[in-house]
């Protein structure tokens, strides 16, 4: 029996965070203002029932399919927030669970840099695929397990602040976040992010 490791659903997708999705997604490309979910599962090839019960009950697009041997991680998006919550409600009814199956999150490390360096800047910006970071501003890194919960924390920081999404990592062991702003807006940005993570209920886990 698969394992329900992550199921998060997103309301709205902010421009950035839409905007960085297309940059490493790899199926349908989402945009601004439509509904997401992110489902994670292990083992990794379940994922590829999940996708297909997904798809086949109502007209979601999937965005990204991630198959790890030890994890699978969907996304799947739409205009409609009632056809992404039906096909939650299709993958939990074919797997026998329940929203409530998956694993509470846990922020594993949570780091706000202030006035970065030059060097640390080039540094971050020869790895990211969103938006770039310049000497001088605020650096928020955010560790989450598991990995697919790192979605709605950089949504949610978009969200409450004026941030510029730098990366975000939502598969594999751990998932992670980083943005980059005006400490102003790292300050309020990075307290929605983790409080995204709190509010969210669960079974307790080894994540």
Do not use: W
């Not at 349908?28 to 994670?40: K, N, R, S, T």
């Not at 996708?51 to 994890?71: N, S």
């Not at 939990?92 to 998956?102: C, H, Q």
């Not at 950089?154 to 409450?160: G, L």
């Amino acid at each position: 029996m698969a394992e329900l490791r992550c199921y998060v659903f997103i309301d709205s997708l902010q421009p950035q965070f839409a905007s960085f999705l297309g940059t490493v997604a790899q199926g349908f490309l989402p945009v601004p203002g439509q509904a997401a979910l992110f489902v994670e599962v292990a083992p990794g090839m379940d994922i590829m029932q999940v996708t297909d019960v997904a798809l086949k009950a109502t007209d979601v697009k999937p965005g990204m399919m991630i198959i790890e041997r030890m994890y699978g991680m969907l996304e799947v998006h739409s205009d409609s927030q009632a056809d992404v919550r039906q096909a939650g409600n299709a993958i939990l009814e074919s797997l026998g669970l329940k929203e409530e199956d998956r694993i509470k999150p846990e922020i594993t490390s949570s780091q706000v840099i202030r006035n970065i360096s030059d060097y640390h800047t080039q540094l971050i910006n020869r790895t990211r695929h969103g938006d770039l970071i310049v000497p001088g501003q605020t650096l928020y890194v955010l560790e989450v397990a598991p990995a697919g919960y790192a979605a709605i924390a950089a949504n949610e920081a978009e969200k409450a602040a004026d941030i510029n999404v730098l990366e975000v990592r939502a598969f594999g062991s751990f998932g992670r976040v980083y943005l980059g702003g005006e400490e102003r807006d790292i300050e309020v940005g990075y307290r929605a992010a983790e409080q995204a993570i709190h509010s969210i209920a669960g079974r307790p886990g080894r994540a």
